[in-house]
């Protein structure tokens, strides 16, 4: 079965800080891979995902994440973190009829 | 221009009613969804239509039922609202041949008492 791990419900930095955020999958087959954020009281925006390629993706924000097979790990980072950074962030694979499977999300406060 | 709209953003209710959500994509997508976000974050897809025909239906109640008058939009109908309904629904679409690729809406909480 398809699934989706995300280590940390909660990640606290400080503002210039990196900005690391975990994601581990299971898959039987290639995956491709996401990362959503979610500011509050807003719906999901996508900030990057994961195809088939080069294995590190660049998305919006400055934010990154590297596809690591051996692993079956999608991290997701940020060199410096901004207080605008401050949301939930889902990791999520496609499943089956290109649905997709989200992990429980991790929330992320940066302080200053 | 809201590529993904919702409405109502909010909706109360009591236990017993039978209340719909409306979602409308003016992106020219052909596949759009309905996700449920409980009160812990957690997301889950319910629906998911292509062109007006169900192609997803998850272990939903029967209670929940889908209308796609037309392939900009879907519509989410809850009858006999129950208090576990309670959450944020969300709408999502997607364009033909990257249907991973999902653009959500703003999102409808319904909060049952």
């Known amino acids: 079965a398809q699934s989706v791990t995300q280590l940390g419900s909660h990640v606290s930095v400080s503002e210039g800080a990196l900005v690391l955020l975990r994601c581990n999958y299971s898959?039987?087959?290639?995956?491709?891979l996401f990362w959503y954020v979610q500011y509050p009281n807003q719906g999901l925006q996508l900030l990057l995902k994961?195809?088939?390629?080069?294995?590190l993706v660049k998305g919006i924000n400055g934010f990154e994440a590297e596809f690591k097979k051996s692993e079956t790990s999608f991290h997701l980072t940020k060199p410096s973190a901004h207080m605008s950074d401050a949301a939930e962030y889902f990791c999520?694979?496609?499943?089956?009829?290109?649905?997709?499977?989200f992990g429980a999300g991790t929330r992320l406060a940066v302080h200053p | 221009d809201t590529a993904v709209s919702q409405t109502p953003k909010y909706l109360v209710t009591q236990m017993g009613n039978d209340k719909s959500i409306k979602c409308e994509q003016n992106?020219?997508?052909?596949?759009m969804y309905w996700y449920k976000q409980d009160s812990k974050k957690f997301l889950k897809i319910m629906f998911s239509?292509?062109?007006?025909?169900?192609?997803i239906n998850e272990t939903v109640p029967n209670r929940f039922s889908p209308k796609s008058p037309d392939k900009a939009h879907l519509n989410l109908h809850i009858n006999s609202l129950e208090l576990g309904d309670s959450a944020v629904y969300f709408c999502?679409?997607?364009?033909?041949?990257?249907?991973?690729?999902?653009?959500f809406g703003p999102g409808t909480r319904l909060t049952v008492t």
């Open positions: 999520a694979l496609r499943g089956g009829y290109n649905k997709l499977i």
């Open positions: 994961y195809t088939t390629g080069a294995t």
């Open positions: 992106l020219g997508h052909d596949t």
């Open positions: 999502a679409s997607s364009p033909s041949g990257r249907t991973y690729e999902q653009y």
């Open positions: 239509y292509n062109n007006k025909e169900l192609i």
């Open positions: 898959s039987s087959v290639p995956p491709y």
